[in-house]
């Protein structure tokens, strides 16, 4: 249920463009029977680094609302606004895990093979090999969360990222009314 919820709200996020093309992209496909798949996973990893703007505050904002260790409320915005913009359990840290066994895998195992072996090491990684994530991934994903995937949030983000976090843990939908009447 969850995890329909989130892909709903990731493809309405999406610009029509990019839709479009991700829709031609698997048209095409399906029409090519010896196609390489592995592109697949390639282009749906890569979209994190072509995040619209707003995706990216909002990516940003979701961040510090994560980093702030203390109260969230409307109260403490401009304290949530202080946080780092960088989080350990970020999704970057997946991208970084499947680019970089590709890019180690694709000249010896071939493309396809490469890709498996990205996706395995997306699961595996995080889970049992927490030196090489806290080592070797997150470094890298932390130079590309602050450069590409987030973005410096305006107010409006903190909000939103406010109101969906309240709206999680309280189990009820969240809003800056119903903050400024407790």
Known sequence: KGML?????II???????????????IWIIRQPDYPFYLLPLATFGYHFVF?????????????????????SLENLDDIAKNDIVNYHCSTNSVVTFYLLFLLGVWPLGGNMAAILGLVGVVIIPRWLKGIQRHIIFPISKILQRQITTV???LKHLKIALFSYLSLTRRQVVSEKLLREE
Request: proline share 9%; charged share 20%; hydrophobic share 40%.
């Open 12 to 26: 309405v996020t999406i610009p029509w463009y990019l839709i479009v093309g991700i829709l031609g992209l698997i």
């Open 52 to 72: 619209p703007y707003p995706l990216r505050q909002f990516h940003g904002a979701e961040h510090k609302m994560f980093s702030h260790q203390g109260e969230k």
């Open 152 to 154: 410096e949030p305006d």
């Open 5 to 9: 919820f989130f892909t709903k709200r």
